[in-house]
């Protein structure tokens, strides 16, 4: 009898460890994210506006297989600032090969958003320039430092052996400016937009420099994309919303997206890019209130949206709203699996996960 149950115990046991990894051998392979060909299109300089100011901003942004991730490079007369790395290692170094070009010394990189398709490139970067100071506010410096293993197991299992692995922790300053040959740059420390799987009132650093009337909003803004809108509550999308209201209120010559497909920068205005962002989120509220199930909204975005980029974060964020944890893995096997598992059971494993997540990177 003893021997029976045993026996049934060890094949129950074997099956398990069999559907584990079963399900393991769907999970969604490193994805080829180094660019074959590339987009021709210039990368744009934008002037100052201020008399007798020497300042520039040349805008960087990555190709579409690389998310199409914004970096900023303030450059004056011999000194630059970088804003924002990149997600991959072959687009981070193209980006340093952009800021070696200028000829002018790298001070500072700037992260406004602690996530890993702007924090991972400062791998490369520290090595390229190892005299570069890596700062962020003090609430984005806590949270890219306690994130900083996590972004880097996901990021592996995101771009694999392009990924810009170890991250760099960016040191906290606590500067509501900084300044390059004495011209000004404002941070704004107090800005919220993109949260995937932090709280909602996750804290952004804007970047403003009067003398090009420009603004960096990184993840607030997207142009020609998908906005990230995981995380965010009715409450946190009412702020966002102000916010962009308050940004189009300014007198603006630009506005750099944190995401934007670089074919169509030449398009991009500061006022072009607001009102996308804006009108994106309204669209989504209204996809939400109106649908029952995720799949509702991603559909009907993709219906209103058939031309925008970067569907990724469409997905990411909308699973992440619907609590469907179980999702986030990209992995057709897991979800044929779930699919025979009570509904309140499913519910309820998510939102553990969610939870367990959710506390180990913020
Ligand atoms: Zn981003």
């Not at 958003?113 to 003090?138: E, I, M, N, T, Y």
């Not at 980029?309 to 986030?328: I, Q, V």
Request: proline share 5%; glycine share 6%; aromatic share 10%.
């Amino acid at each position: 009898m003893k021997t029976k149950v045993l026996s049934s115990v060890g094949a129950v046991t074997f099956l398990f460890i069999v559907l584990v990894f079963w399900i393991q051998g769907g999970g969604q392979a490193a994805e080829n994210s180094v660019p074959m060909e590339f987009d021709a299109t210039p990368f744009r300089t934008y002037n100052a506006v201020v008399p007798g100011s020497p300042l520039k901003l040349r805008h960087f942004i990555s190709e579409s297989n690389e998310i199409n991730v914004s970096s900023s490079l303030i450059m004056g007369e011999h000194e630059v600032i970088v804003v924002a790395t990149q997600a991959t290692k072959f687009a981070s170094e193209r980006l340093a090969d952009e800021i070696e070009k200028t000829g002018l010394k790298l001070t500072y990189v700037l992260l406004g958003h602690p996530h890993l398709d702007h924090s991972q490139g400062a791998s490369v970067l520290k090595q390229r320039f190892p005299d570069a100071k890596f700062v962020a506010s003090p609430a984005v410096s806590r949270l890219q430092k306690l994130r900083m293993s996590d972004d880097d197991a996901r990021a592996v299992k995101r771009f694999g052996d392009n990924a810009a692995v170890p991250s760099v922790p960016f040191e906290p300053i606590d500067y509501e400016t900084l300044t390059i040959e004495g011209r000004e740059i404002q941070l704004w420390n107090d800005q919220y937009g993109d949260v995937g799987i932090g709280h909602e009132d996750e804290p952004h650093t804007v970047v403003y420099i009067p003398d090009l009337k420009a603004l960096l909003p990184n993840d607030i803004c997207y142009f020609g994309a998908h906005m990230m809108m995981g995380g965010s509550t009715k409450e946190s999308r009412a702020k966002w919303k102000q916010q962009l209201r308050d940004y189009m209120e300014m007198d603006l010559e630009v506005v750099i997206p944190g995401h934007i497909p670089r074919s169509i920068s030449a398009q991009m205005t500061a006022k072009g890019v607001l009102e996308h962002s804006h009108s994106y989120i309204e669209a989504y509220e209204a996809a939400l209130d109106s649908s029952e199930t995720s799949d509702e909204v991603i559909v009907k975005m993709l219906n209103q949206y058939p031309q925008l980029e970067h569907t990724s974060a469409l997905y990411l964020g909308t699973y992440l709203n619907f609590k469907e944890t179980h999702r986030l893995f990209f992995n057709p096997r897991l979800e044929s699996a779930v699919a025979y598992l009570p509904k309140s059971f499913v519910s309820w494993a998510d939102q553990m996960m969610f939870n367990a997540k959710q506390e180990e990177l913020n």
